[in-house]
């Protein structure tokens, strides 16, 4: 890019009759073009890197309004303002001086005799390479819009590779990426809306360098780009929806619309649960990623069932979007649907109990318990008897013995994990036995004690919930 005027040469130049009334800290910013304006909140009919030029009228009175009329234009990207001397400005504040400085954004002062035209013509002439440049970026830019693929309009670099600049489309509502990288969008930046099916905003860096003309055109671009992309998204969600609403009604082989959805054959699959506080983040930043998921709600949580390939994936992207996660064991017959969310929702709510970010049912698991609460609770109850209860009697006999079968029945190391001495262990192993009526030395009991212990979390989550 070829080297661009400065606020520092406009002020240089003798011509001009502009002085810098304050923010000389931003007097090297580069300014690619000149626009006058009167209309209230000009910030939003100039691009990044332009002067305003006003005779005043729009520009506030009083400290607190000029305050944030200074900060509306700076965080716009503006190069600077100058306000000509012709009487109709207000008073300028300490207040604007202050907000100028601090912020380094020159605020000019254009002598009455000078036109505004000059200012506009030398910025012009200074930059007439980079607008022949600017024309020829435009004329490539319709052309590599004409050449690309889905996934190259979903990632953006090839935009990006020509404007040399970071591009990024996000979904308002969901902070989803819609055109660039990662899954949710940096909150920083400078953000210019655009036209499409759902409210979106274009992303710049403060670093970004777009002239105006640049800015419209690839604006029109990302615009029909955004649009294709959230069009197969939200058909690619409301399938998912449907698809989960039949699986969930059907019974047994009765429906078979989660093999139909995948193209498999009994689908090895597994189900994750969560909660979000944007209902359409989850399956929004999915679709987007073209994955095979299909997601609803049910009960008031996310459910998102997927083939077992695309788990590492969407698992990495719920990871993004920093929610807590529980997933099922792999199921393949699509029946077992309701058993799969009881299985994910028990686990999603012993990893919030815990403070995990992701805990999954272990197949292992699968055959030792029964997959509904009142199998849990059974076994639970039916081999611990006063054990399961809350006294701290209770409590102290119940840990003692889940020690003893951690340590693989190894006496020592249950003492020395309890913090007891040896026969204190053996003291309360004979009290579990008297109350139970099991015994620690028999195989067969041990097994059942294994059970009760492998289902203890789960109870002790589910009798909170």
Sequence with gaps: M???????????????????????AGLDRPVLWAHSCELKDPA??????????????????????????????????????AIGDHGFAPPLTPALADESNARGFPVLLTERQTPFVALSRMVASFGAEEQSMGVLRLAKLYNVAGRRGTAEKRS?????????????????????????DGTVAPASGRRHPLRTLRPTHLLLESEEFLDGLSMVHLSQVLEVDANELLQAAVDHVDRGEEVLTRSLASRMDAGRALTEHWGLERPGYRVMVTECDVAARVPLSLALTSSPAVCG?????????????GVPDVRERLDELGLVVGASAVHHDEGDLGGAIEEAVSEYQFARARGQRWREFRGERLSLLGRSRSER??????????????????????????????????WNETAKAQNLHRQSVA???????????????????????WLARTAWEQ???????
Excluded at 297 to 309: C, E, I, T
Excluded at 428 to 444: A, F, I, K, P, Y
């Design 2 to 24: 070829a080297k661009s005027l400065t606020i520092r040469d406009l002020v240089a130049s003798p011509v001009l009759g502009t002085r810098t009334h304050s923010g000389a």
């Design 44 to 81: 939003r009919w100039l691009q990044p890197h332009e002067l305003l030029m006003t005779v005043g009228m729009c520009v506030p009175a009083g400290s607190d309004a000029q305050r944030a009329f200074i900060a509306d234009l700076d965080d716009a990207g503006l190069a600077g303002i």
């Design 156 to 180: 953006g670099r090839p935009l990006a590779e020509l404007f040399s600049t970071k591009v990024t489309v996000v979904d308002d509502e969901t902070s989803c990426v819609v055109i660039g």
């Design 297 to 309: 709600q049910v009960d008031g949580r996310q459910v998102v069932a997927v083939p077992v390939a």
């Design 377 to 410: 609770e059974h076994i639970v109850q039916g081999v611990l008897g006063p054990l399961a209860g809350e006294d701290p009697k209770m409590t102290s006999l119940r840990e003692t013995l889940f020690a003893f079968l951690d340590h693989d029945q190894n």
């Design 427 to 449: 003291y309360r192993m004979n009290r579990v036995e008297e109350l139970t009526g099991r015994s620690v030395r028999r195989t067969q009991h041990l097994a059942e004690f």
């Design 459 to 465: 109870y002790v989550v589910e009798r909170g919930s």
